[in-house]
């Protein structure tokens, strides 16, 4: 004599893969109504022109030869010119862009000391791949580099 039909394991099977498609069908189209696609580009020609200037601005860093070494210690800053360090002692801002989370991204102004490494300190935390940018305040050149964080050594960033 067989069993029930709830006792077979078919049934079960045949009712049940169907029933979980349905909830991840319904988490999938949840999570693609309520969030951003951050990464998604708008205007395809003014971001082309924005990456020509950029690319500008990092060829000038190789002109001028600059070349620096970034150390980041439980939010202290610092940023020593190996190489092409800046005549005027303005400050220098450095930018953190999370490669995935916009909001993620932080920027800071760096102040020059007298013994010529700009300094400043960071309240976020900087664990995971982060593009690091370094600019002056006039945008004149940029260097730029790919890191994973937190690193205990100097990021040697170059153009």
């Not at 395809?44 to 200037?53: D, H, L, P, S």
Request: aromatic share 12%; charged share 20%.
């Amino acid at each position: 004599m067989h069993d029930p039909w709830y006792k077979q394991f078919w049934p079960w099977f045949f009712i049940v893969v169907p029933f979980i498609t349905l909830i991840m069908g319904g988490v999938l189209l949840y999570l693609a109504i309520n969030t951003q696609d951050t990464l998604v580009v708008d205007d395809y020609y003014k971001e082309g022109r924005v990456i020509n200037a950029t690319l500008a601005r990092e060829q000038e860093a190789k002109v001028r030869n600059i070349s620096t070494s970034l150390d980041i210690n439980e939010g202290s800053v610092s940023l020593r010119f190996i190489t092409g360090a800046p005549d005027n002692g303005t400050a220098i801002r450095l930018s953190f862009y999370h490669t995935t989370l916009a909001e993620r991204d932080v920027s800071v102004l760096l102040s020059r000391d007298a013994t010529g490494v700009y300094r400043s300190f960071l309240e976020h935390d900087l664990a995971g791949k982060w593009r690091v940018t370094i600019e002056p305040l006039d945008l004149v050149w940029k260097l730029q580099t790919v890191q994973f964080l937190p690193q205990e050594k100097p990021i040697l960033i170059n153009p």
